[in-house]
């Protein structure tokens, strides 16, 4: 019966061993002891299905903890939704600030991304961008004597 134990245990201290598994040991907070007093009770594949199972519980408990902190500081009235439904929510005001930034930007270069999506004003800002910072080289490099014949 102890070989059996001795067994069991070893073979569960080379499971938590490898990467993988020593993440999800460190992140459920269990100690290698417990794991160990428990393996005659169950197969090694067990114990690390429970292991991986405390791991993931944990995971989502945090992830609760900071959706609360976020509806919290951005003034998000979350009563009564899903944890997806929050997770839109948060999304839809990113995009928001975002469209803001883009806004801004767009005005200082005088263009306009009305109608434009998010991911194409920022491709337009992007290309205005480098036009700006090119015909600015090409300025510098004229009244700097250097020519640019072979740049065209």
């Known amino acids: 019966m102890n070989d059996k134990i ?16 020593a993440q999800a040991q460190v992140a459920s907070d269990t100690k290698v002891t417990y794991v160990t007093a428990h ?9 690390l299905a429970i292991v991986r199972l405390r791991a993931q519980a944990k995971k989502l408990s945090l992830e609760s903890e ?30 928001a600030k975002q469209r803001a930034t883009l806004k801004a930007q767009a005005k200082v270069l005088k263009l306009e991304i009305t109608g434009l999506t998010n991911e194409q004003a920022r491709t337009k800002i992007k290309a205005a961008e480098r ?4 015909t600015h080289l090409l ?6 004597g250097i020519s ?5």
Do not use: C, F, W
């Open 6 to 21: 001795m067994v069991g245990t070893l073979s569960v201290m080379m499971m938590l061993a490898t990467p993988t598994l």
């Open 39 to 47: 393996a005659n009770d169950e197969t090694p594949h067990q114990t």
């Open 66 to 95: 900071v959706l609360k902190a976020q509806v919290k500081v951005l003034n998000i009235d979350a009563t009564g939704l899903t944890q997806d439904q929050i997770r839109r929510q948060l999304k839809t005001v990113g995009q």
């Open 131 to 134: 036009a700006n910072t090119i």
């Open 139 to 144: 300025a510098q490099a004229k009244t700097l």
């Open 148 to 152: 640019t014949s072979l740049m065209k």
